[in-house]
């Protein structure tokens, strides 16, 4: 929690350096994705499949660079390991960060969680996490249709709340 704390500091006193922005441009229509994995061959498969999907992807090496990357762009998806730089999964910073967006950043986020201990595509679990789908890292394999279903599904699911917030921030 102590280590949480420092880095949410250290973040705060952040001095501006644009060549932290994750993006320095990107095309009307074209998603971002954040992908906060250590492995490197679950961190290619994931990625491959958002590339697939039409997804621009960034890959931090920690969690202070995710925070940061963050910080600067709401991303369409962040897909995050739950022992992405931590010891402790129930601790980790990128899944509280998300967790404590105001709700209409948060629902313009799609936020799927790697994890050894959770079913894949366990709603009440996915419910209790704050994030959007669980995947189990046994079914990493299968990552793409997962995300292309439940990337779907939530975008119906939100659509009306999108639009009138969409609605509202014109006026």
Same mark, same amino acid.
């Given at each position: 929690m102590e280590e949480e704390k420092t880095l949410l500091n250290e973040e705060d006193s952040y001095e501006y350096d644009a &060549?932290?922005?994750?993006f320095d441009f990107v095309e009307v229509g074209i998603g971002?994705?954040?992908?906060?994995? &250590?492995?490197?061959?679950?961190?290619?498969?994931? &990625? /491959?499949?958002?590339?697939?999907? !039409?997804?621009q992807i960034t890959q931090p090496d920690s969690?202070?660079?995710?925070?940061k990357n963050m910080r600067f762009h709401i991303y369409d998806? %962040?897909? %995050?390991?739950?022992n992405f730089d931590t010891e402790n999964p129930d601790t980790n910073i990128v899944l509280n960060s998300?967790?404590?967006? +105001?709700? !209409? =950043?948060r629902r313009q986020i799609f936020v799927a969680l790697l /994890? !050894?201990? *959770?079913? /894949?595509?366990? +709603?009440? =679990?996915?419910f209790n996490k704050s994030v959007n789908v669980i995947v189990n890292m046994k079914n990493i394999d299968d990552i793409s249709g997962i995300l292309k279903r439940s990337i779907t599904d939530n =975008?119906? *699911?939100?659509? %009306? *709340?999108?639009?009138a917030l969409k609605k509202k921030w014109r006026v």
């Open positions: &060549s932290d922005k994750p971002t994705a954040l992908v906060c994995e &250590s492995d490197p061959a679950a961190r290619e498969k994931i &990625s /491959s499949a958002l590339r697939l999907m !039409g997804y969690i202070k660079d995710a925070v998806v %962040v897909v %995050v390991n739950e998300l967790a404590n967006l +105001n709700v !209409g =950043t /994890s !050894g201990r *959770f079913r /894949s595509m366990d +709603n009440m =679990t996915a =975008t119906a *699911f939100y659509h %009306v *709340f999108k639009e």
